[in-house]
């Protein structure tokens, strides 16, 4: 059955030594591995976390942090480079701790989270910003397959990316940048707002998805949103996905008027029952799916 992990985000940002006990907990939870942010230089000392995650007995997928400063579609050259650099880096990160995948928006120009507004573009800029996201991704994925890591580009919804945010426009990417280290990551929370259909981006997606997480289209705790998970987990089966599955449910339980949603907030109160049943709605549906197939 696929490894379910959970976004180190549930519980701390950013998340440090001090967190290390935390392991145990998300093992205790159910859960098979953590998805962890590729640590900034100094915020973690990479041997230690791996001894921490191994103690716990939780395996380990990177989650990768762009910016306008490191972006691999930027028409600025230092920009470019510093995304080419920033993914050599978080695969070395991936190396020393021992995972496998480094996920994300790896083609960077964030939106308005990072407070860019979107603009368009002439065609001549579009077609220039996939050659310098090909360029970069090839390069990085030369780096990536000497050591063994895969990078799993992920597509964002039109609020948060202005390059990347359909399965389609990923498919188009992959087939530009043709390389065996470069594959796919999908988020179910981005996809229910630019996919006509979760199941069929899946099998679009098909052997080239590393990586998958499933989350809410609140980024509530599973099932509590409006996801189809039985169609969703099929559609798993149906391609043959055996990869890490990630949740990430933190989305607070505070509907009182003003307070922004996207806006990442600390937990308020013990989730540990619900963190629980998370991991097990997850391997349920999994499981019986494969059964009814």
Same mark, same amino acid.
């Given at each position: 059955?696929?490894?379910?992990?959970?976004?180190?985000?549930?519980?701390?940002?950013?998340?440090?030594?001090?967190?290390?006990?935390? =392991?145990?907990?998300? !093992? &205790?939870?159910? =859960?098979?591995?953590?998805?962890?942010?590729? +640590?900034?230089?100094? &915020?973690?000392?990479? *041997?230690?976390?791996?001894?921490?995650?191994?103690?716990? #007995?939780?395996?380990?997928?990177?989650?990768?942090?762009?910016?306008?400063?490191?972006?691999?579609?930027?028409?600025?050259? *230092?920009?470019?480079?510093?995304?080419?650099?920033?993914?050599?880096?978080?695969?070395?990160?991936?190396?020393?701790?021992?995972?496998?995948? @480094?996920?994300?928006?790896?083609?960077?120009? /964030?939106?308005?989270?990072?407070?860019?507004? +979107?603009?368009?573009?002439?065609?001549?800029?579009?077609?220039?910003?996939?050659?310098?996201? @090909?360029?970069?991704?090839?390069?990085?994925?030369?780096?990536?397959?000497?050591?063994?890591?895969?990078?799993?580009?992920?597509?964002?919804?039109? =609020?948060?990316?202005?390059?990347?945010?359909?399965?389609?426009?990923?498919?188009?990417?992959?087939?530009?940048?043709?390389? /065996?280290?470069?594959?796919?990551?999908?988020? $179910?929370? !981005?996809?229910?707002?630019?996919?006509?259909?979760?199941?069929?981006?899946?099998?679009?997606?098909?052997?080239?998805?590393?990586?998958?997480?499933?989350?809410?289209? !609140?980024?509530?705790? +599973?099932?509590? #949103?409006?996801?189809?998970?039985? &169609? @969703?987990?099929?559609?798993?089966?149906?391609?043959?996905? $055996?990869?890490?599955?990630?949740?990430? /449910?933190?989305?607070?339980?505070?509907?009182?008027?003003? @307070?922004?949603?996207?806006?990442?907030?600390? /937990?308020?109160?013990?989730?540990?029952?619900?963190?629980?049943?998370?991991?097990?709605?997850?391997?349920?549906?999994?499981?019986?799916?494969?059964?009814?197939?």
């Amino acid at each position: 059955m696929n490894p379910i992990g959970l976004i180190s985000m549930q519980y701390a940002r950013p998340f440090t030594a001090e967190h290390f006990q935390l =392991f145990a907990k998300m !093992h &205790e939870h159910g =859960f098979d591995f953590v998805e962890l942010l590729v +640590p900034e230089v100094g &915020e973690l000392d990479i *041997k230690e976390t791996r001894k921490a995650l191994e103690d716990a #007995g939780l395996g380990v997928v990177l989650a990768a942090r762009v910016n306008l400063q490191r972006n691999l579609a930027s028409a600025e050259i *230092k920009a470019h480079r510093s995304g080419v650099e920033y993914l050599k880096y978080t695969i070395d990160c991936a190396a020393g701790l021992g995972a496998k995948i @480094v996920g994300g928006p790896l083609t960077g120009n /964030p939106l308005v989270f990072a407070g860019r507004p +979107p603009q368009p573009i002439d065609e001549n800029e579009r077609l220039a910003r996939k050659d310098r996201c @090909v360029m970069g991704l090839r390069e990085a994925g030369d780096h990536a397959r000497n050591a063994g890591v895969a990078l799993a580009v992920e597509p964002l919804n039109r =609020f948060e990316s202005d390059v990347l945010c359909t399965t389609q426009q990923a498919m188009e990417l992959l087939d530009a940048v043709d390389h /065996p280290a470069v594959k796919l990551m999908l988020d $179910t929370f !981005h996809m229910h707002m630019e996919e006509s259909s979760l199941a069929e981006a899946i099998r679009l997606g098909g052997d080239r998805i590393v990586h998958f997480q499933a989350n809410e289209n !609140h980024r509530g705790f +599973p099932g509590t #949103g409006m996801t189809n998970w039985v &169609e @969703v987990c099929r559609a798993l089966h149906e391609v043959g996905y $055996t990869g890490p599955i990630s949740l990430e /449910p933190f989305r607070r339980t505070d509907d009182r008027f003003g @307070v922004p949603f996207a806006q990442w907030r600390a /937990p308020h109160e013990d989730e540990s029952d619900r963190l629980s049943a998370s991991s097990a709605f997850m391997k349920s549906h999994l499981l019986l799916t494969e059964y009814r197939r």
